[in-house]
């Protein structure tokens, strides 16, 4: 008796694909779906519920896509995935929720996945702000389940696990107008990253909503000298109140310029960053900012990617995990 695995392996697709054609659930390209039947026809395959059991029970390879920015960043003297970052946190969830599951995982580059998807996984994560419509559009040609984490791309309709930092910035930005900040400006990254935008939406709007005037200033949250880009923002603009900051190493990198310039905190400049990193809470003075639950995030990105593996809740959703903001010693 033929098996979905020799299905899968003489249509040249995954066992995943070969179940979406026989449910009738998730897309398959005609293409393909035209090549899985011819097969099962030729094989006589009868799907059973003994072989779906076995299905369910495959250790799966799951391949976590970062981009060379995000692992040279976060990176720990060359070693593994093992720094004080955002992402390393999220992958601690993706790695230990794998683990439950009996999946294995693995970190992969994105600009090699560029050239050439990795055959050897069932699945990926795709991890970033790095990641654009045209990866979308390439990991969907290979037909394995696919989510991505820490990004939405409007229009795609593909799943995606972010947080909400629309709610978080309004709490925060809300809270540092009632202590009497006026003048705040906001320091983002790249508006391409679902996670900036997000912030950068919510700072605008609370600030209008309080009949204050938005000041925004892009900048590259990795590269950028912020011992360069204050003071030119400071000369065009004024000494402000307060900054908010895109993330918190941002932040961090500002404290630091702050320190070094003479500026008080909070006494001369209120300062607010996002995501309750690893060090917010040590650095003197401790840092008010906005918590993202990144362990929390890995682990609903491994579970949807399960869900896809066995087809579970196969159209496409957008989790979005909740943030909350946290009042320190940087501002009033």
Do not use: W
Not at 54 to 79: M, Q, T
């Amino acid at each position: 008796m033929s098996s979905i695995n020799e299905v899968a392996k003489l249509a040249g697709v995954s066992t995943a694909t070969v179940s979406r054609v026989i449910s009738g659930k998730g897309y398959v390209s005609e293409k393909t779906k035209a090549i899985v039947l011819k097969v099962i026809e030729e094989l006589d395959y009868t799907p059973s519920k003994t072989a779906s059991g076995l299905a369910r029970r495959k250790n799966f390879k799951i391949g976590v896509v970062f981009s060379n920015r995000i692992l040279n960043y976060e990176k720990n003297d060359g070693h593994d995935f093992l720094g004080d970052g955002f992402y390393t946190t999220v992958f601690k969830g993706i790695k230990e929720k794998a683990s439950k599951l009996n999946m294995t995982v693995s970190i992969l580059v994105l600009e090699e996945q560029r050239k050439r998807i990795d055959s050897d996984y069932d699945a990926f994560l795709l991890i970033g702000g790095d990641i654009s419509v045209e990866d979308v559009t390439l990991f969907r040609e290979n037909q394995k389940p696919f989510i991505l984490v820490d990004q939405h791309l409007k229009g795609c309709s593909v799943d995606s696990i972010v947080s909400n930092g629309y709610d978080g910035t309004v709490s925060c930005v809300s809270h540092l107008i009632e202590k009497g900040y006026r003048k705040i400006f906001h320091i983002h990254g790249p508006l391409l990253h679902y996670g900036f935008k997000d912030r950068y939406e919510g700072y605008r709007d609370t600030m209008k909503q309080y009949g204050f005037f938005p000041r925004t200033f892009l900048c590259d949250d990795i590269k950028d000298d912020f011992d360069v880009l204050l003071p030119q923002i400071f000369k065009h603009e004024g000494v402000p109140d307060c900054i908010f900051a895109g993330n918190d190493s941002m932040a961090k990198k500002i404290l630091a310029y702050f320190s070094k310039s003479g500026f008080r905190v909070p006494e001369d400049i209120g300062l607010a960053g996002f995501d309750d990193a690893i060090f917010a809470s040590t650095i003197s003075p401790s840092l008010s900012t906005v918590k993202v639950y990144r362990y929390e995030m890995g682990d609903l990105a491994t579970e949807r990617i399960r869900q896809l593996l066995y087809d579970e809740n196969i159209h496409p959703v957008k989790i979005s995990l909740h943030t909350s903001f946290i009042k320190r010693d940087s501002c009033l």
